[in-house]
C-alpha cells in the first residue's frame, strides 16, 4: 500500500468555504424562488388582500368576551382584597376594549347613525374606569364597590349607543373561572 498523501490545510480550508459559499447561495436562491418579490406582493392583491384581512379579524364580540371574563374576575380579586390580581383584570379588561375598539371603531346605532365607539370610551375611561383605578391604587373595597358599579353603568351607556340595550352588565355572581385563586397571597405557596 502506497502511504496516504496529506492534503495541505490551505486546500481543506478553501474547499470548505467553497462549499458554505455555494451552498448558502443555494439556500439563498431555493428561498427566493419560494417568496413573492416585494413587486409581486404589491401587485398580487391590494384590495383583496385587505379585504381577506378584514374577513380573518374576529368580530368584536370575541374581544367583548374578554372583557367580561377580565370585568368579571376583576370583581372577586377586589372583593378578596388582593388589589395586585385586581390591578391585572382592570389593565386586562381596558386593553380589550381598546382592542375592540381597534376591531370596529365606528358602529351604527339603530337608525343607521354612526357612533364613535373609541369617544364613547373616552369619556369613560376617565371617568368610571378612572374612579376604578384609583379604588385599586388605593385599596379601598368601598370606593371600589361605588366605582366597580358606576364602570357597568358606563358600559351599558356604549352598549346602549351601539343600539345593543340587551347587553346590560351586572355585578357577577360568580367568577368567569375557578382556576385562578382570588385570596391575596402571602408568601410562596
Known amino acids: 500500500m502506497e502511504p496516504r498523501q496529506r492534503i495541505p490545510r490551505f486546500v481543506v480550508i478553501a474547499l470548505l468555504g467553497s462549499g458554505a459559499v455555494i451552498g448558502g447561495a443555494a439556500v439563498e436562491y431555493w428561498r427566493s424562488s419560494r417568496l413573492p418579490t416585494p413587486a409581486a406582493a404589491q401587485t398580487g392583491g391590494g384590495d383583496a388582500d385587505i379585504e381577506r384581512l378584514k374577513a380573518l379579524v374576529p368580530s368584536q364580540s370575541h374581544s367583548m368576551a374578554d372583557v367580561g371574563y377580565h370585568w368579571t374576575n376583576l370583581w372577586f380579586a377586589a372583593d378578596q382584597k388582593n388589589w395586585p390580581l385586581a390591578e391585572f383584570?382592570?389593565?386586562e379588561a381596558r386593553q380589550h376594549i381598546q382592542w375592540?375598539?381597534?376591531i370596529r371603531p365606528i358602529r351604527k346605532d339603530l337608525n343607521?347613525?354612526?357612533v364613535d365607539l373609541k369617544s364613547i370610551f373616552d369619556a369613560v375611561e376617565v371617568s368610571s374606569f378612572a374612579a376604578v383605578k384609583i379604588a385599586i391604587a388605593q385599596k379601598d373595597g368601598a370606593k371600589f364597590v361605588?366605582?366597580?358599579?358606576l364602570g357597568l353603568d358606563g358600559c351599558y351607556a356604549c352598549h346602549k349607543a351601539s343600539g345593543k340595550p340587551y347587553l346590560r352588565p351586572i355585578v357577577p355572581q360568580a367568577p368567569a373561572q375557578?382556576?385562578?385563586d382570588f385570596a391575596p397571597t402571602l408568601g410562596p405557596s
Open 178 to 180: 375557578s382556576l385562578i
Open 112 to 114: 343607521g347613525l354612526d
Open 100 to 102: 375592540t375598539i381597534r
Open 89 to 91: 383584570y382592570f389593565e
Open 146 to 149: 361605588t366605582a366597580y358599579k
